[in-house]
């Protein structure tokens, strides 16, 4: 039967696109009964005064409404909404899944396009050339991953492979594997971009094509334990990928650390004597609820006192680089980052430790374009190095 367009003074309803919507959706926006509760913890509603209607967007959705579409690129993808929803509503991943509308439709930010083809052509989304993906451990004698040797995989990633302040989060991590005896190798320049610039742009199937080509790739390697830096990486391996036969554990590296100090594997020398606020990332925390594992291996150092941020744990505010809001401008008086880092500097804190390569990238800008002394941004494994 043919769809039919009804139209009023002000909405067109389209059936085409309502059925589109709801398969793009899975029908998860049905149960939403626009209490607004989602616009309202939204951090966008700490920077615009206008915020980010997110309840208005699922109504149009349910309606079969495309209006007000062009917004949903401004999602970071924090998971505050979600975790707040009283129905249950997957809110993030319904704007996913309405992103990939806008793929279909071309209607797409500048430069949006070319990211996934980086990741085509490249295997990254920085636009970077495969050949330089592991010139950063040049010096430093690793070996590529073999199940029969290592113990696990460190899977270093794109920024922490190209972007030259991420590259330290890696050189760092792999100090401490080294200097305690863990056996571990790397992909060198085999290593595969894991995708989650793509799912998270809402590029749905081109994704899947890349989990699926991964998963097998670590399934013949034989990698039984695999650990990330990122915990973007961390977060779609271990929910967004084909299991084939239960082939890898993923973990976070903070959660590698934890389990090393809790096998009594490794110990610190050197007190790092310092006031310290922990900054949870977004798919570390919200999204994994890993809140302990950073803080207790923060905690086991000597000589840090760690002081809370008023809003930390669950309700820790965005960084403002998830979502695929890495590849897009955000305007200064915009950045999310800009309020983290005057919470962090209202605890009188030194350092603002996180576990992220992204968050490390906003937070260090802010700081930056703020001018603010006497703080600055470190990744947990650049503060344990530091500690042994
Ligand atoms: S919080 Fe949930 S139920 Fe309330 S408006 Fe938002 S999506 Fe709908
Ligand atoms: S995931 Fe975060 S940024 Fe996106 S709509 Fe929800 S609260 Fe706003």
Redo the contacts with the bound molecule.
């Keep these: 039967m043919k769809a039919e367009l009804v139209t009023t003074q002000a909405l067109t309803i389209d059936d085409d696109l309502w059925e589109e919507l709801m398969e793009l959706t899975q029908g998860a926006?049905a149960?939403?009964?626009?209490?607004?509760?989602?616009?309202t913890?939204c951090p966008w509603d700490v920077v615009r005064e206008d915020g980010f209607s997110?309840?208005t967007l699922?109504?149009n959705a349910q309606l079969g409404l495309s209006q007000g579409f062009d917004s949903l690129w401004t999602c970071t993808s924090c998971g505050q909404?979600e975790a707040?929803?009283?129905?249950?509503?997957p809110?993030a991943e319904v704007i996913r899944g309405l992103r990939y509308i806008l793929w279909k439709r071309r209607n797409l930010l500048p430069g949006l396009s070319s990211i996934l083809w980086s990741i085509f052509w490249n295997n990254n989304p920085w636009s970077q050339p495969p050949s330089l993906r592991s010139e950063w451990a040049k010096n430093l004698n690793l070996q590529i991953f073999d199940a029969n040797q290592h113990e696990l995989l460190l899977y270093v990633g794109c920024t922490p492979s190209y972007d030259r302040r991420a590259q330290h989060i890696a050189m760092a991590f792999v100090s401490i594997l080294q200097r305690f005896g863990i056996g571990f190798g790397i992909l060198g320049e085999d290593e595969p971009c894991c995708g989650e610039a793509v799912l998270s742009l809402g590029h749905k199937p081109y994704f899947e094509e890349i989990a699926i080509k991964n998963a097998q790739i670590f399934h013949e390697k034989g990698v039984s334990k695999l650990v990330t830096l990122s915990p973007h990486c961390y977060d779609v391996f271990l929910k967004h990928y084909p299991k084939i036969n239960d082939s890898f554990e993923p973990l976070h590296y903070t959660q590698f650390l934890r389990g090393l100090l809790q096998e009594d594997r490794f110990e610190f020398h050197r007190p790092v004597d310092r006031k310290i606020t922990f900054h949870d990332p977004c798919y570390l925390g919200r999204w994994n609820q890993e809140y302990e594992a950073p803080r207790q291996v923060l905690e086991t150092i000597p000589g840090i006192t760690l002081i809370e941020m008023e809003r930390h744990g669950p309700d820790a505010l965005c960084c403002g680089g998830g979502g695929g809001r890495m590849w897009m401008e955000t305007p200064i008086g915009e950045r999310f980052s800009d309020h983290r880092v005057q919470e962090a500097k209202s605890t009188e804190a030194s350092i603002i430790a996180t576990a992220c390569p992204y968050c490390i990238a906003c937070l260090e800008d802010s700081i930056k374009a703020q001018k603010i002394e006497n703080l600055e941004v470190l990744d947990i494994a650049e503060i344990v190095a530091r500690a042994i």
Excluded at 84 to 89: A, E, H, K, Q, T
């Design positions: 926006i149960p939403c009964f626009q209490c607004g509760v989602c616009t913890t997110v309840r699922i109504r909404c707040s929803c009283p129905r249950g509503v809110i």
